[in-house]
């Protein structure tokens, strides 16, 4: 560690720069990783607000709850500990009364039983008690808009909602979700409410001891592994973050190659003196290992500082767990690319490399 440290204190500016390549690529590879679990959120925190074990699905719906459509009575012959019905479609809504595009945001509507426990938590106002109110997340609250008290217009339909709660972590398929009785659900969606308007979805908290056989049972994980383009997303995301590590630890062998080869008489008069490899091969070590440790901090502390100016648009969402596990990962690569330059090391003849 002496020689590491001591040798960049000499060689400031060349190692400053590869301070800053590691900077760059570890502030990239964060944002991605917070943009990539922002994303994942937006497509599934309100599937995680369930809480539920197992969704039951039109069998010809192929595994997509939009395209699922069940008869109402359904859930009585659906024996489990905790059963819930389950609507939902998509729609747009507003609040002012002669809206432009703008004013305009993409919904998701789930049709609900108050008493069920998919009934969402409330951090302000309260839960609908009739066909005429409806609980929103909050993230849909604007200066101006989707305020408790306000009126809420829907596309395709007449019907007027009141706002009169807010809920939290409650996103499907990147759209917020708007919760409403499922009277409501019904008329807006049907234009009626009857007992015989069919559902989506049956949902599960607990053990299932009998269900249809006309019904296709998925447990959550895998009924969320098939949103529509959630698969697709995470694993575009990952192996970009992936190929980032390796192209990282790539570069770092490369510069620490290059600064080896040019310091050859330098270690050819440390051997002569007595020195090892292994003290000489430790040294560069040292060296990646401050760099990259010391690159990744401030990569972390950029997208930090980046994600407190974002707008609320950008689905960007910290996981400091797997920020933590990308930067051990970024390490370690950068450690094995350097093992190439330890090697060099050890062959350096001391007459050749002095000559």
């Known amino acids: 560690m002496f020689l590491a440290l001591n ?24 944002f991605l990783t917070g943009l990539a679990f922002g994303l994942m959120q937006d497509n599934r925190s309100a599937v995680d607000k369930w809480q539920a074990n197992t969704i039951f699905l039109n069998k010809e719906a192929n595994d997509l709850l939009s395209a699922s459509s069940i008869p109402a009575d359904t859930v009585d012959k659906v024996k489990a500990d905790n059963v819930a019905p389950l609507s939902q479609m998509a729609s747009s809504a507003w609040t002012q009364k002669n809206p432009k595009d ?10 609900i039983k108050g008493s069920s426990f998919l009934a969402p938590n409330i951090t302000k106002g309260r839960l609908f008690k009739n066909d005429k109110e409806v609980v929103l997340d ?31 972590n409650a996103m499907f398929s ?41 019904l296709k049972k998925l447990s959550i994980a895998d009924f969320t592994q098939k949103l529509p383009g959630y698969n697709a997303q995470n694993l575009t995301f990952g192996f970009m973050i992936g190929f980032l590590i390796i192209i990282a630890s790539v ?20 051997k002569v003196q007595g020195i090892s490899n ?28 980046t994600s407190l100016i974002l707008p609320e648009a950008v689905p960007f969402q910290s996981n400091w767990l797997l920020y933590g596990a990308i930067g051990i990962a970024l390490i370690i690569f950068a450690l094995l690319g350097t093992l190439f330059s330890v090697r060099s090391v050890s062959k350096i003849d001391p007459l050749v490399a002095i000559s």
């Open 7 to 30: 040798e960049i204190k000499h060689a400031k500016l060349r190692y400053g720069l590869i301070l800053g390549l590691l900077f760059l690529i570890a502030y990239l590879m964060f």
């Open 102 to 111: 703008d004013d305009k945001e993409k919904v998701s509507l789930f049709g």
């Open 138 to 168: 909050q993230s849909l609250a604007q200066e101006d808009d989707f305020k408790i008290g306000q009126t809420l217009h829907l596309a395709s339909t007449d019907k007027r909602l009141k706002i009169v709660g807010y809920t939290d």
């Open 174 to 214: 990147v759209a917020p979700v708007l919760y409403m009785n499922q009277k409501a659900f019904n008329q807006v969606k049907f234009g009626k409410d009857s007992s015989e308007s069919p559902i989506n979805a049956v949902l599960v908290r607990g053990d299932v001891s009998q269900s249809p056989k006309d």
């Open 251 to 270: 570069v770092i062998g490369i510069f620490m190659y290059v600064l080896t080869i040019q310091k050859a008489p330098i270690f050819g008069v440390m």
């Open 278 to 305: 292994g003290y000489i091969g430790g040294g560069v070590m040292s060296q990646t290992f401050l760099l990259s440790v010391i690159g990744t901090g401030f990569g972390l502390l950029g997208t930090w500082l």
